[in-house]
């Protein structure tokens, strides 16, 4: 299969027209900007429609128009513009209806920086937007994986009318890997509510999220919760790493997972029964993987772009049954493996 | 050693000032630090002018402990690798490009990395015959796969910077995973583009890990430019 040299935005741009996505709709902020750059290039060779929106708010609730119709729609941002976004999500989310975003995160609050973080886990997977809702999260930790999730962002949300997120950073979108891209077979479901003309062959739909009667709403809710139950049982997803017999397992997702693994086989090296669970979705959280890949551990040390925010994930998991430690770089600052490797030594690898 | 090949198809000598452009990711970055490391190497005075202000992210500012140990001058946008995300260059190229020294210019990525050179092209055309425009290419990047989509892509920065290229560098790679095969594949590819645009192949690169018979026209380089667990 052929190989190219990509780079993690653009290879999201490239997947997702792969995937049949119809309308991306996007606002430029770096980190993210080439894939809007990529789609304004091929969205309409590809016969598709790209649109840069007057704003990030504007941009999401094109997407809750285009998803309406039943076509594969698309928005891609950082940190900022996705706070802007969150009031559309949740309306999307209030509508049942499919589509992906991405979070291609940078160092925040506020403006923040434009350097890589993981700060946005907290938004991403317990309140990006407001109302009882969730989304799907993806974390991928290279290039080739941006392409494969993003696939299966698409045909979950398409499957659970949902919004699907790729949780990525400025690492991930600006580095160049080899990448193959799949054959994609992405899943054709049918979309009978879709807004897209009746042709007085049946009743029109409606798209909405406003209920009148507070029992109408409650009912309505209580059934995407029935949905959200199936996604934790089928679809939450981990990769384990060295942990059979570790007695320290590091937990680290996304990019931060890459340099941790490296201070993981430094500390094989030096004797240390270290390994490493690798979150590739963060909501449904991979709760069964943790406990499954920290049988054996002693410790636990959670490793984030940020001052912590999966730690509490990690500690329900195991039901507090471990010590979990944490270490964290933010702001922009990416940990190194030695730091990584001299925090497993702390935690007494050394023994 | 592969070094003569350098020397030789830029016209028996280094030129003082070196132009490095090309489509974004195929390598133009570490294609200019190891001109710089090499220069150096030859006891010359080299400045290294970060010109990109398009890619806050993997540049030739993150060299910084790297060219101070060589003695090499580095030149690069106030901002470059802080928070502040604005296209701003606020050196003197101007005055730059005039002092006794070797130059190598590391340029934005496509034509929009191109536009900021343009607006040095009229200063630099005063030094025509003392400067080399290297157009680096990579046959495995995507949108630059074909010689032809390749081309395209060189006059668009040909355009922007209102400058005309001297010579091509194939840099072709996969990253680590480049082999001995994938560089000899790509040779066809760079010749395509050099006849078609009627201009030399300048070298053939290969990173010091692939196993190369160096024969002419190919140029050994170090990685610089890696990920950080690489590191």
Known sequence: MERNLMKGNEALAEAAIRAGCKCFFGYPITPQTELSAYMAKRMEKAGGVFLQAESEIAAINMVLGAAATGVRAMTSSSSPGISLKSEGISYIAGSDLPCVIINVQRGGPGLGGIQPSQADYWQATKALGHGDFHLLVYAPASVQEMINMLTKAFDLADEYRMPAMILADGLLGQMMEPVTFPEIKANVVEKPWATNGHQFKRKHNIVNSLYLQPDGLQKTVQDRFVRYEDIKKKHSEAELYKTED????????????????????????????????????????????????????????????????????????????????????????IPKPTEIFDEIIKIGGAK | MARSSFKKKSGGSVKRITVVTGHYGVGKTNVSVNLAIKLAGSSKKVTVVDLDIVNPYFRTADFDDLFESRNIELIKPMYANSNLDIPAINFDLERIIREDRYIVIDVGGDDAGAIALGRYAEALSEYQSDLEMYYVINCFRYLTRTADEALALMYEIENASRMKHTGIINNSNLGNETTAYDIKASISFAKEIAEKASLPIIFHTYSKNIDMDNGEGFEEMDIFVKPLWEV
């Open chain 1, 246 to 333: 570790a007695d320290i397992v590091v937990v680290a997702y996304g990019a931060t997972a890459r340099v941790a693994k490296s201070a993981v086989n430094k500390a094989r090296e030096a004797g240390i029964k270290a390994g490493l669970i690798r979150p590739m979705t963060l909501w449904p959280f991979p709760e069964k993987q943790i406990v499954e890949g920290t049988k054996a551990a002693s410790d636990v040390l959670v490793v984030e772009m940020s001052m912590g925010q999966m730690v509490d994930d990690v500690k329900l998991s195991l039901e507090c049954s471990k010590p979990v430690h944490f270490f964290g770089r933010t702001g922009g600052v």
